[in-house]
């Protein structure tokens, strides 16, 4: 039996699903970044760390699934400008506030999100495609 590297870069099998999945998950974070009851985790800086959590999920996400540098940079970019637009719609809808830290918050998401993605962990798309090939 051959020994596999978890760190080699798999061939999506269900890419479309994932890259479906995945801008289903920036829909989500775009609806509950504007709906009128927000999540909060009831700790210290709850709110901070849910936006952390939130865009370290969609930078890490798309990181597995573009591993070019300039691809994840767009992708960066694009998460960071995000939520900032976020920010300032929130300010302007009057029942959510607009808050400078949230936004840094997001940037570190992201910032995270890249860092720990692959190569220095495992693609856990391609994980978890093979995890479905050998339990089903």
Do not use: C
């Amino acid at each position: 039996m051959a020994v596999r590297n978890l760190f080699a870069k798999p061939q999506l099998q269900a890419r479309r699903l994932w890259v479906v999945l995945g801008w289903s998950l920036v829909l989500l974070v775009v609806y509950l970044s504007l709906a009128p009851a927000p999540i909060e985790l009831d700790i210290e800086q709850g709110d901070k760390f849910s936006h952390v959590l939130a865009y370290l999920g969609l930078m890490s996400w798309f990181a597995n699934l573009y591993e070019n540098f300039l691809q994840r940079v767009g992708f960066a970019l694009g998460f960071v400008l995000l939520g900032i637009g976020l920010e300032f719609v929130q300010g302007l809808i009057g029942y959510r506030s607009f808050e400078v830290a949230d936004m840094g918050a997001n940037a570190v998401g992201v910032a995270l999100g890249w860092f720990l993605a692959t190569p220095r962990t495992s693609n856990y798309l391609g994980l978890a495609e093979r995890f479905w090939r050998t339990h089903s």
